[in-house]
């Protein structure tokens, strides 16, 4: 089975919950190369792995994740909300989460979700992360993509970490969008699989732009946006099957 087209959403979001380090493993278990993760800011300026702004749906917290310091989080229960084996399981540090890639030979897709108007300090969250990381395993950097939806997001890392490959994020694609990433500097775009529009993808091959799309967890609709020319797709199931050659999602 070809997997290498396969980013792994969150982790192996179907088999543990999202953004832990129990889904990265079972993402590395089921065969993955890449993993998709989303980083946001603590109250301290810590750079830590969770998807939603607020605490309460995949943690035993509540409110702004960006109220809470990197202490009161790891205090948290971020697995039992998944499943009762997972009690266990704590919101990772993106540091942690850095290291272990290094040791695994994992690519990562680091989705930068900053809360509007923490754009910077969100990057320079990252940065301190990315360095201390660095310090252990100096080639992590080669192992990493970048992506946002906050244009303001990808000129700070752009300036920050000017040599670390980005991708925008979109949920349709835009008109403009070959123009937007010359502008940001991209070398791709993840849209929403829902959203896809074939002549759209036609033109950002045609400019030499990688395209991604999320969430894709059938074969059938795995296999028809590699059909029009998407270049991997995002899955919860990151052993999903993929009919067509092999493609890294560098
Ligand atoms: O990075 C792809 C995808 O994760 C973007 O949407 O909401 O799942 O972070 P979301
Ligand atoms: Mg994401």
Redesign the pocket.
């Known amino acids: 089975m070809i997997t290498s087209k396969v980013?792994a959403?969150?982790g192996a979001s179907r088999l543990a919950p999202e953004n832990t380090l129990a889904a990265f493993r079972k993402a590395r278990d089921a065969g993955a190369s890449w993993i998709?993760v989303?980083v946001a800011l603590t109250a301290d300026g810590q750079a830590v792995i969770f998807?939603d702004e607020q605490l309460n749906r995949c943690s035993n917290g509540h409110g702004w994740l960006l109220n809470h310091t990197l202490a009161e989080l790891q205090r948290l229960d971020a697995g039992s909300w998944f499943a009762a084996e997972f009690h266990n399981e704590q919101i990772p540090t993106l540091e942690a989460l850095l290291l272990w890639a290094a040791e695994q030979s994992i690519n990562l897709?680091l989705?930068i979700?900053p809360v509007i108007g923490r754009e910077a300090e969100t990057v320079d969250a990252l940065v301190i992360a990315l360095q201390a990381a660095q310090a252990r395993h100096n080639h992590i950097a080669s192992q990493l993509l970048l992506?946002s939806?906050n244009p303001l997001a990808l000129a700070h890392v752009r300036a920050a970490l000017p040599t670390i490959p980005r991708a925008l994020?979109t949920e349709a694609i835009p008109a403009d969008a070959v123009l937007r990433l010359q502008q940001l500097d991209c070398e791709g775009l993840?849209f929403?699989a829902e959203l896809v529009d074939q002549a759209a993808i036609l033109a950002l091959n045609n400019s030499g732009f990688s395209v991604?799309a999320?969430?894709v967890n059938h074969t059938a609709a795995a296999d028809a946006l590699i059909a029009m020319g998407v270049n991997a797709i995002?899955s919860d199931i990151p052993d999903l099957a993929i009919t067509s050659a092999h493609i890294t999602p560098g």
Do not use: A, G, M, V
Request: hydrophobic share 20%; charged share 35%; proline share 0%.
């Open positions: 980013i959403h969150r998709e989303d998807h897709n989705e979700k992506s939806f994020l993840h929403c991604r999320y969430t995002f």
